[in-house]
Protein backbone atom coordinates (compact mmCIF):
# COMPACT_ATOMS: atom_id res chain seq x y z
CA UNK A 1 0.00 0.00 0.00
CA UNK A 2 1.31 3.64 -1.06
CA UNK A 3 1.90 6.31 1.67
CA UNK A 4 -0.76 8.51 0.19
CA UNK A 5 -3.24 5.50 0.60
CA UNK A 6 -2.07 5.02 4.25
CA UNK A 7 -2.23 8.36 5.06
CA UNK A 8 -5.84 8.97 3.49
CA UNK A 9 -7.07 5.63 5.32
CA UNK A 10 -5.43 6.96 8.95
CA UNK A 11 -7.02 10.79 8.15
CA UNK A 12 -10.08 8.94 7.50
CA UNK A 13 -10.32 6.83 10.51
CA UNK A 14 -9.39 9.64 12.64
CA UNK A 15 -12.27 11.54 10.87
CA UNK A 16 -15.08 8.72 11.63
CA UNK A 17 -13.73 8.82 15.54
CA UNK A 18 -14.10 12.36 16.05
CA UNK A 19 -17.47 12.87 14.45
CA UNK A 20 -18.98 10.14 16.18
CA UNK A 21 -22.75 11.48 17.58
CA UNK A 22 -22.27 10.11 21.19
CA UNK A 23 -19.64 9.42 23.81
CA UNK A 24 -20.63 6.68 26.26
CA UNK A 25 -18.55 7.40 29.78
CA UNK A 26 -18.69 4.34 32.48
CA UNK A 27 -18.48 5.75 36.06
CA UNK A 28 -19.01 2.30 37.52
CA UNK A 29 -18.54 -1.00 36.70
CA UNK A 30 -19.16 -4.11 38.92
CA UNK A 31 -19.40 -7.82 39.89
CA UNK A 32 -20.66 -8.95 42.68
CA UNK A 33 -21.05 -12.42 44.60
CA UNK A 34 -23.70 -13.68 46.26
CA UNK A 35 -23.02 -17.32 45.98
CA UNK A 36 -19.46 -17.41 47.64
CA UNK A 37 -19.31 -21.45 47.54
CA UNK A 38 -19.57 -21.27 43.60
CA UNK A 39 -16.72 -18.17 42.19
CA UNK A 40 -13.00 -19.24 42.70
CA UNK A 41 -12.54 -15.80 42.01
CA UNK A 42 -13.52 -12.71 39.85
CA UNK A 43 -12.91 -9.03 38.91
CA UNK A 44 -14.19 -6.18 37.91
CA UNK A 45 -11.55 -3.36 36.72
CA UNK A 46 -12.54 -0.02 34.88
CA UNK A 47 -10.55 2.52 32.84
CA UNK A 48 -10.65 5.70 31.46
CA UNK A 49 -8.47 6.73 28.03
CA UNK A 50 -8.69 8.97 25.80
CA UNK A 51 -12.30 9.49 25.85
CA UNK A 52 -13.23 6.09 26.16
CA UNK A 53 -14.40 4.06 28.96
CA UNK A 54 -13.11 0.04 28.74
CA UNK A 55 -14.40 -2.75 31.32
CA UNK A 56 -12.12 -5.57 31.97
CA UNK A 57 -12.95 -8.49 34.24
CA UNK A 58 -12.73 -12.61 34.52
CA UNK A 59 -14.50 -15.37 36.55
CA UNK A 60 -13.70 -18.66 37.84
CA UNK A 61 -16.40 -21.28 38.80
CA UNK A 62 -15.68 -24.29 40.75
CA UNK A 63 -18.45 -26.47 38.97
CA UNK A 64 -20.50 -27.14 35.74
CA UNK A 65 -23.24 -24.31 35.55
CA UNK A 66 -25.83 -25.79 32.78
CA UNK A 67 -29.23 -23.66 33.98
CA UNK A 68 -28.66 -19.82 33.82
CA UNK A 69 -30.97 -17.36 34.45
CA UNK A 70 -30.53 -12.96 33.02
CA UNK A 71 -32.47 -10.76 34.74
CA UNK A 72 -31.59 -7.17 33.48
CA UNK A 73 -33.37 -3.63 33.47
CA UNK A 74 -32.21 -0.46 32.09
CA UNK A 75 -32.87 2.88 33.27
CA UNK A 76 -32.07 6.62 32.01
CA UNK A 77 -32.34 9.68 33.63
CA UNK A 78 -32.27 12.95 32.38
CA UNK A 79 -32.04 16.40 33.77
CA UNK A 80 -35.88 17.68 34.70
CA UNK A 81 -37.55 14.68 33.34
CA UNK A 82 -39.10 11.75 35.56
CA UNK A 83 -36.41 8.26 35.16
CA UNK A 84 -37.60 6.38 32.56
CA UNK A 85 -37.00 2.38 32.53
CA UNK A 86 -35.58 1.29 28.72
CA UNK A 87 -36.39 -2.33 29.13
CA UNK A 88 -36.75 -5.08 31.84
CA UNK A 89 -36.22 -8.44 30.88
CA UNK A 90 -35.81 -12.04 32.25
CA UNK A 91 -33.76 -14.47 30.03
CA UNK A 92 -32.73 -17.66 29.85
CA UNK A 93 -29.10 -16.59 29.21
CA UNK A 94 -27.81 -19.92 28.06
CA UNK A 95 -29.85 -19.79 25.17
CA UNK A 96 -28.10 -16.27 24.61
CA UNK A 97 -25.09 -18.06 24.77
CA UNK A 98 -25.75 -20.84 22.98
CA UNK A 99 -27.10 -18.58 20.42
CA UNK A 100 -30.84 -19.78 20.69
CA UNK A 101 -32.18 -16.44 21.51
CA UNK A 102 -32.99 -14.42 18.20
CA UNK A 103 -34.01 -11.01 19.61
CA UNK A 104 -31.86 -8.70 17.20
CA UNK A 105 -30.93 -6.02 20.05
CA UNK A 106 -29.81 -8.71 22.63
CA UNK A 107 -27.81 -10.51 19.78
CA UNK A 108 -26.39 -7.56 19.24
CA UNK A 109 -25.46 -6.39 22.72
CA UNK A 110 -24.02 -9.70 23.11
CA UNK A 111 -21.93 -9.65 19.82
CA UNK A 112 -20.44 -6.38 20.95
CA UNK A 113 -19.44 -7.80 23.93
CA UNK A 114 -18.27 -11.49 22.66
CA UNK A 115 -15.57 -10.01 20.49
CA UNK A 116 -13.95 -9.17 24.14
CA UNK A 117 -13.80 -11.93 25.79
CA UNK A 118 -10.88 -14.59 25.58
CA UNK A 119 -13.16 -17.51 24.43
CA UNK A 120 -17.79 -17.64 23.49
CA UNK A 121 -18.63 -18.73 26.61
CA UNK A 122 -21.54 -21.99 25.92
CA UNK A 123 -23.51 -23.67 28.49
CA UNK A 124 -22.80 -25.54 30.46
CA UNK A 125 -20.13 -22.90 31.28
CA UNK A 126 -17.08 -25.01 32.53
CA UNK A 127 -15.47 -25.18 35.82
CA UNK A 128 -11.91 -23.64 36.56
CA UNK A 129 -12.10 -21.97 33.98
CA UNK A 130 -10.71 -18.25 33.34
CA UNK A 131 -13.59 -16.21 31.33
CA UNK A 132 -12.36 -13.28 31.06
CA UNK A 133 -13.44 -9.71 29.34
CA UNK A 134 -10.50 -7.46 28.10
CA UNK A 135 -10.98 -4.03 27.75
CA UNK A 136 -14.42 -4.19 26.30
CA UNK A 137 -16.31 -0.60 25.31
CA UNK A 138 -19.53 0.34 23.52
CA UNK A 139 -19.28 1.21 19.83
CA UNK A 140 -20.83 4.21 19.63
CA UNK A 141 -21.86 3.52 15.96
CA UNK A 142 -24.15 1.07 17.20
CA UNK A 143 -26.09 3.70 18.87
CA UNK A 144 -28.46 5.90 17.15
CA UNK A 145 -27.72 9.69 16.20
CA UNK A 146 -31.48 11.06 18.23
CA UNK A 147 -30.55 9.70 21.66
CA UNK A 148 -30.24 12.55 24.34
CA UNK A 149 -27.95 13.15 26.46
CA UNK A 150 -28.60 11.21 29.77
CA UNK A 151 -27.17 8.82 32.26
CA UNK A 152 -27.77 5.04 32.86
CA UNK A 153 -27.99 2.60 35.10
CA UNK A 154 -27.72 -0.86 33.70
CA UNK A 155 -28.78 -3.65 36.42
CA UNK A 156 -27.72 -7.49 35.15
CA UNK A 157 -28.88 -10.29 38.17
CA UNK A 158 -27.33 -13.67 37.50
CA UNK A 159 -29.36 -16.72 38.94
CA UNK A 160 -29.28 -20.71 38.46
CA UNK A 161 -33.19 -21.80 39.51
CA UNK A 162 -34.14 -19.73 42.01
CA UNK A 163 -30.95 -18.74 43.46
CA UNK A 164 -29.30 -15.40 42.70
CA UNK A 165 -25.60 -16.27 42.24
CA UNK A 166 -23.77 -12.91 41.24
CA UNK A 167 -24.96 -8.74 40.12
CA UNK A 168 -23.55 -6.94 37.93
CA UNK A 169 -24.07 -2.71 37.74
CA UNK A 170 -23.01 -0.56 35.21
CA UNK A 171 -23.62 3.36 35.78
CA UNK A 172 -22.51 5.88 33.20
CA UNK A 173 -23.39 9.03 30.65
CA UNK A 174 -24.27 8.99 27.26
CA UNK A 175 -22.84 12.19 26.10
CA UNK A 176 -23.51 13.87 22.49
CA UNK A 177 -20.21 14.89 21.13
Known sequence: MSFH??????FSS???????????YV???????DDHDLFLSQSAVLEQESNRSYLSGHMMINRLINDLILVSSMDVMRPKRPEMRLYSVKLNFCSVLNNGYKNKF???LYNNY?????????CPLKPNFNYSLTRAYVD?????DLLPECTFRL???????SKLLAHMQTDGKLIKR
Open 5 to 10: KLSLLV
Open 14 to 24: LINCFLGAHVV
Open 27 to 33: DRFTFNV
Open 106 to 108: IRM
Open 114 to 122: AEFLNTKPK
Open 140 to 144: EDMLP
Open 155 to 161: KMSFHHK
